[in-house]
């Protein structure tokens, strides 16, 4: 495509349950990256992914946060046992050097 | 590891005033800057970026100017107009590493 994709727009869940984010990056970027921005803040790195080398998961805030990224392309950032605290727009974004292009977000609502 | 510091945090023009976001990095080897506009609710998008071997670039109303030696670089919005009104987000990388974002900086222009 011709932008970076991510679904669903918007999901609203229980606190305790789990979710995934998913995110289609533009074809043949060879970097991928997730990001957390809470309401009115800034941009909190989470992962990063960079061709086929292990992932930066430096960002991640607890173990309840993974992400994995299939065939270098499509990646899923999964949330287990959600709190109100995930509570936030996630942002994915794709890179080709130099090139950083983000998606629209997922907002996040955990009641 | 590179650090990025972004001023103001707030900034209010009126229209068809200039308004100037300056953004200092840590990292000597950092050659890519590029600058990305927030719209409410919608993922950032890149508006203008420049490399390291440049030291200003224009593209419309906006340019951008890179100064290596104070290791700062500043956005320039000339005769603002109100949809120039969102959140702007400046960031460094050198290549093979990660992009580090500044804070942001919540512009408004007042009709």
């Known amino acids: 495509g011709a932008g970076v994709s991510q679904s669903p727009s918007n999901k609203v869940t229980e606190k305790g349950k789990d979710v995934e984010l998913r995110c289609d990056p533009i074809?043949?970027?060879?970097?991928l990256y997730w990001y957390r921005q809470s309401l009115g803040q800034g941009l909190e790195f989470l992962i990063y992914f960079q061709g086929n080398s292990a992932p930066d998961k430096s960002g991640l805030p607890s173990d309840r946060f993974s992400a994995e990224r299939t065939g270098g392309s499509v990646s899923t950032l999964t949330i287990q046992r959600t709190q109100q605290e995930d509570s936030a727009v996630y942002l994915c974004?794709?890179?080709?050097?130099?090139?950083?292009?983000f998606g629209p977000g997922t907002r996040l609502t955990v009641l | 590891g590179e650090n990025v510091e972004q001023h103001p945090s707030t900034l209010s023009v009126q229209e068809g005033d200039s308004a100037v976001i300056k953004c200092t990095y840590s990292?000597?080897?950092?050659?890519?800057f590029p600058w990305y506009k927030q719209e409410l609710g919608k993922g950032p998008q890149l508006i203008i970026d420049?490399?390291?071997?440049?030291g200003e670039k224009k593209d419309q109303r906006i340019a951008v100017t890179l100064n290596k030696t104070a290791k700062h670089f500043s956005l320039h919005i000339t005769e603002t107009q109100p949809e120039d009104s969102a959140v702007y987000f400046c960031?460094?990388?050198?290549?093979?590493?990660?992009?580090?974002f500044g804070p942001g900086t919540r512009l408004s222009v007042l009709p």
């Open positions: 420049i490399r390291s071997n440049v």
């Open positions: 960031a460094a990388r050198n290549y093979g590493q990660n992009f580090v």
């Open positions: 974004a794709s890179s080709l050097w130099p090139k950083f292009i």
């Open positions: 074809s043949g970027h060879t970097a």
């Open positions: 990292d000597s080897a950092s050659n890519y």
